[in-house]
């Protein structure tokens, strides 16, 4: 049977077997580069340079004395000057000082130039506010802010970590200090301004005064005021000109209800003077009362309401009950005097004497009385209008003496106007410059006295025990891992590119034939001791070179630390 050329075969699926027979067919292949790779890392990371973390916590102090009773000068908040303070400290030339002063550096100071080590130290240092949870899952900033400084020597790092925070104390101090000094010294200067304005100014109006006397604005003002007051007191005086006369419509109002009264009594016949007769009278002279006393009241609240007034409609409703009840009164009577119309004309010829009613004439003296006291009242108020009028009248006149004063009274006053607003406003800001300037003042003494809002020390400097970077355990598994899969990478290519029959399960896959039996190979037992020697000993002798090299590294940093 002729092999078929140029035919592709896909692989079969392989299982466990074939990959434990695949690693042990690579095994220098798989083993090989996870050696190499291994002892790179080791060496490498031990012989990479140590770096420690220093840090320090500046916590920032707020105002001391209450706000509301000293307000500071300087209006910049402490982040804001924490930030503007960082780019000072970190400046190329503080930078410069911290290096020359630490001797830091020593080994890049030889090789590269000054600007690409400050830049590798300006990278190094780390200038963050201090972020704390809150009870729900924002976050919030606390007052404080952490320094931090990476260096190969821990105690270089402790040392420039403190000295980067006293220089951020430092100027906190020195910024807030000398910023309220030139709050101070700009008040200071704005006051002694305003007041050399406010001297100019008096000096100008004293001079104008003098030249002017007998003729100023003063003088008028004096009699603006005078004429105020006075039409003041003609208002007043209208105002009660207008109630005393409204008083007295009221008065004349009841003095007509009252002689209406009187006139509707003096109507009134005369009554018998027999018990049931005086008893009926009586009745209907009450419901009489009563319906004059609702009409009076109806006419004087119609005097100052509308009838949709709930006070009218009460009045309505209970005159004409009253009127209902008069009425009833006047029927009533005229049933009796019908039943009694016979017994009326048994009597005697001679009529009984007819009297008045004694609770009429009553009545009508009190009607009378009052309607007395109501014209002494009307002429009272009378003689009131009269007299405000006579004050009324002289109030006028001395308006009019007033206005011909100030109508003869030269008024070339521009100038003086002008010169008193200026007065004025330059007053105004003296006394707002002059109190400016005691609140410098006191905010420079509080800043003297470092009570305002100051930076101070929370945690000093730490010094690290153990390196930050790099970190070895990680470097060396990684680079064990990369190790590993190069040589499964290598070892899958290799067995990739060799298409020869492994095994049996190959031999059934690819020729598709029963396998009656299988001979093992025979190669020469010498050879094969000999080939697994040389195996043992070179894979033996790569290992220990391994070891001795690895260890070397470890031995040189341990040595190098010291």
């Known amino acids: 049977m002729q092999p078929n050329e140029g035919i592709s075969i896909p692989r079969r699926a392989l299982d466990v077997e074939d990959y434990i027979d695949i690693v042990r067919r690579h095994k220098g292949w798989i083993f090989g580069p996870f050696l190499f790779c291994v002892v790179a890392s080791v060496v490498g990371v031990y012989l990479w340079p140590d770096s420690y973390d220093s840090s320090a916590l500046v916590k920032i102090t707020p105002q001391q004395v209450p706000v509301s009773m000293v307000q500071s000068s300087v209006s910049q908040e402490m982040y804001d000057s924490v930030t503007s303070m960082e780019q000072e400290i970190l400046s190329r030339g503080v930078l410069t000082t911290i290096i020359n002063t630490y001797d830091l550096y020593k080994r890049e100071r030889t090789r590269v130039p000054i600007e690409d080590i400050l830049d590798e130290m300006h990278k190094k240092i780390l200038v963050e506010p201090v972020v704390g949870s809150s009870q729900n899952t924002n976050t919030r900033s606390i007052p404080a802010f952490s320094v931090k400084f990476s260096y190969s020597d821990r105690y270089l790092a402790q040392r420039v970590v403190q000295d980067l925070v006293g220089r951020f104390i430092d100027a906190s101090v020195r910024n807030r200090t000398n910023q309220s000094f030139q709050t101070t010294q700009f008040m200071k200067d704005e006051q002694d301004q305003a007041k050399k304005d406010l001297d100019e100014i008096e000096n100008k109006l004293t001079a104008f005064r003098v030249q002017n006397n007998g003729r100023l604005p003063d003088q008028v003002q004096g009699m603006m005021q005078s004429m105020q007051a006075l039409q ?5 005086l209208d105002s009660a000109i207008s109630r005393a006369n409204e008083e007295k419509l009221q008065l004349e109002a009841n003095l007509r209800i009252v002689r209406d009264r009187i006139t509707e009594l003096n109507k009134l016949p005369p009554v018998e ?123 006028r006149q001395s308006l009019k003496t007033y206005q011909a004063r100030i109508d003869a ?20 800001r003296y006394l707002e410059d002059e109190e400016k300037l005691e609140k410098a003042q006191i905010s420079e003494q509080m800043e003297t006295r470092k009570q305002g809002a100051l930076l101070e020390l929370l945690d000093p400097a730490s010094l690290p025990q153990t390196p930050t970077e790099p970190k070895r355990p990680v470097v060396i598994g990684i680079g064990a891992a990369l190790g590993l899969l190069l040589g499964a990478m290598i070892a899958g290519a290799r067995e990739m590119k060799d298409t020869s029959l492994k095994n049996l399960k190959d031999v059934r896959a690819y020729t598709q034939m029963a396998i009656l039996g299988s001979i093992p190979l025979l190669e020469n037992d010498f050879v094969v001791r000999r080939r697994k020697r040389l195996s043992w000993l070179g894979w033996t002798t790569a290992c220990l070179a391994a070891v001795v090299i690895m260890a070397s590294s470890v031995v040189y940093y341990y040595v190098t630390k010291v």
């Open 232 to 236: 003041s007191q003609v208002t007043a």
């Open 409 to 428: 009274v030269p008024l070339g006053d521009k100038e003086y106007n002008d010169l008193l607003r200026d007065q004025a406003v330059a007053k105004q």
């Open 273 to 395: 003077t027999s018990a049931s007769a005086v008893e009926r009278n009586e009745r209907l002279l009450d419901a009489e009362r009563e319906v004059s006393q609702w009409e009076d009241q109806l006419r004087i609240l119609r005097q100052r309401y509308s009838d949709n007034y709930p006070d009218v409609q009460t009045a309505l409703g209970r005159l004409g009950a009253a009127k209902q009840k008069r009425e009833d009164i006047i029927k009533d009577d005229e049933a009796k005097k019908e039943q009694s119309a016979k017994e009326a004309a048994k009597r005697s010829k001679d009529p009984a004497p007819r009297l008045e009613n004694p609770a009429v004439a009553n009545e009508r003296r009190n009607a009378e009385t009052n309607a007395k006291q109501i014209q002494s009242q009307i002429a009272g108020k009378e003689l009131e209008i009269e007299d405000y009028n006579k004050q009324m009248d002289h109030a």
